[in-house]
């Protein structure tokens, strides 16, 4: 069974829906007086491939904690698959299909590859209290071989967390968001401190996901953000400041002089 396959009962729920994974109308948090996103208005449609970009304090990632749920919007909706879930606590956006990883790795270290992977596909399955011991024909097993396949880390599957790169570990949270046929996935920054060869990495391991996965990434790293990126939303003092495709973000002559310098001219 192969990763597009096993995550088919995820296409099928896709189709009941309006198309839109994503819908933000006119959402503001605001911290005491100070509004950290004003009037945000948003469509992501479902299996699009979205990158959010802007400067330290633009409210990327204040943004990103709406959506999850992390947050309450002060103002607006967030609507998720056309259900309005701006009330809803995290854990029901993630039984809707929502995944996130952070800028700050959250694994077990002390534990293998293949363990970490396992917990989570076991963390969102049906049997996730049971207490016995997994069998030699556990289909969660099989899962969570395929997802490490996925962010290429075979080769590893048995080696402790704690020996893995830092680029590594940030290719494991991918698998981990992975687990349990996601429907769309936000990823906080994933190209954070990598060397260039696991910048590469990540683009290849973005753009092998199956089509039906959409994704939202923040990402400081333009380069890694354009070659992954279907569309580009640019924010800009808690607001949006530019949308577009990465060709025309790349170009726009304002862009560039606000955040990506005389090189990316």
């Known amino acids: 069974m192969t990763l597009v396959e096993s995550d088919r009962s995820a296409d099928r729920l896709g189709s009941v829906s309006s198309g839109n994974a994503l819908e933000l109308r006119g959402v503001t948090k605001m911290f005491g007086a100070l509004a950290a996103i004003s009037d945000i208005t948003l469509t992501v449609a479902s299996g699009e491939r979205r990158a959010v970009l802007g400067s330290n304090g633009a409210g990327k990632t204040t943004l990103f904690n709406c959506v999850t749920g992390d947050f309450f919007p002060t103002n607006g909706t967030v609507r998720l ?3 309005d879930v701006s009330r809803f606590p995290a854990y029901e956006r993630i039984r809707r299909g929502l995944r996130r990883t952070y800028q700050i790795s959250l694994l077990f ?3 293998t590859v293949t363990d970490n992977v396992y917990l989570a596909c076991r963390g969102v399955s049906r049997g996730r209290f049971s207490f016995l011991r997994p069998r030699e024909n556990d289909t969660l ?3 969570a071989a395929e997802l490490i ?9 048995d080696v402790p967390v704690s020996s893995l ?3 590594q570990q ?3 949270e991918i698998a981990l968001a992975l687990a349990g046929a996601p429907r769309i ?3 906080d920054e994933p190209a954070a401190g990598l060397s260039p060869t696991e910048r590469s990495e990540l683009v290849s391991i973005l753009n092998g996901l199956p089509g039906h996965i959409g994704y939202i990434i923040i990402e400081h790293d333009m380069d890694v953000a354009l070659r992954v990126a279907e569309s580009v939303t640019m924010m800009h003092n808690g607001r949006i400041f530019k949308e577009g495709t990465p060709e025309e973000i790349e170009n726009d002559q304002e862009v560039q002089e606000l955040y990506l310098g005389d090189g990316h001219g």
């Open 109 to 111: 270290n002390g534990l």
């Open 81 to 83: 698959f056309g259900e």
């Open 165 to 167: 790169s830092y680029g």
């Open 185 to 187: 996935i936000l990823f």
């Open 141 to 143: 097993q099989t899962r």
């Open 170 to 172: 940030r290719q494991l």
């Open 149 to 157: 396949a996925a962010v290429h880390l075979t080769e590893w599957s």
